[in-house]
Every structure is written in C-alpha cells, then in structure tokens.
C-alpha cells in the first residue's frame, strides 16, 4: 500500500484545512487509517483514526476533539482529516497511515506511512 498525503498549507488562526491521503491498491477498505503529525522537536502524536470497512468507528486526541473530523471514502482509496478553528499549536507536518484490520494510538501499530504534508497555523 503506498499512500500520499496532500492538502496542507499556510492558514491563519481559527481557519480551516482538509487534508487528503489517497492509497494505492484494491484494498483500502481493510485498512484502518490513522493521521498522526510531528511538530519540531516533538515527539509524532496521534491526532484521529477511523476503523476499517465503512469506518463507524473514529478516534480523536482530546487537543482535536470537535475541531477534526476524520473521514473515508472507500469508492475513492482516500481517507481526509477536515481541520477547522485551527490554532498555531496545531503547526506540525501531518502523517496518515494504514493498519490492516484495525486502528490504534500507537504509531508503531502502524504498517504503512505517507510522506507527510506540512500544516502552518500562523496567530
């Protein structure tokens, strides 16, 4: 599974970004899918994932709960993060990934990593 992730950029405090991850291959469905993010000289955290299939289930951190919203559309191989009220704190380069059969925190859990895209939230 190869992933690409798009959609970051330059955007003011309290505006909004969506960000795509497009996967490669005829199984997408069986993936869990996860957006972790990597701010500098931070550690790269957990932001949202949404299960497997018809994605029912989501997860969010707490710092992103009612700001994100993570989605899928299976028919398209994509999985988005919608971002809105975003906040400086929020600057960091944004990761999806793929788990197959299942999602976690844990971005070891993790089998599969796109190649990031940077999200820059000025004040």
């Known amino acids: 599974v190869q992933l690409q992730a798009s959609g970051g950029g330059l955007v003011q405090s309290g505006g909004s970004l969506r960000l795509s991850c497009e996967a490669s291959?005829?199984?997408?469905?069986?993936?869990?899918m996860g957006w972790f993010r990597q701010a500098p000289g931070k550690a790269r955290e957990f932001v949202a994932a949404?299960?497997?299939?018809?994605?029912?289930?989501?997860f969010y951190a707490d710092s992103v709960k009612g700001r994100f919203t993570i989605s899928r559309d299976n028919a398209k191989n994509t999985v988005y993060l919608q971002m809105n009220s975003l906040k400086p704190e929020d600057t960091a380069v944004y990761y999806c990934?793929?788990?197959?059969?299942?999602?976690?925190?844990?971005?070891?859990?993790?089998?599969?990593w796109g190649q990031g895209t940077q999200v820059t939230v000025s004040s």
């Open positions: 949404i299960d497997w299939g018809g994605g029912v289930r989501t």
């Open positions: 990934a793929a788990r197959q059969w299942g999602v976690d925190y844990s971005d070891a859990a993790y089998e599969y």
């Open positions: 291959g005829r199984t997408f469905s069986t993936y869990g």
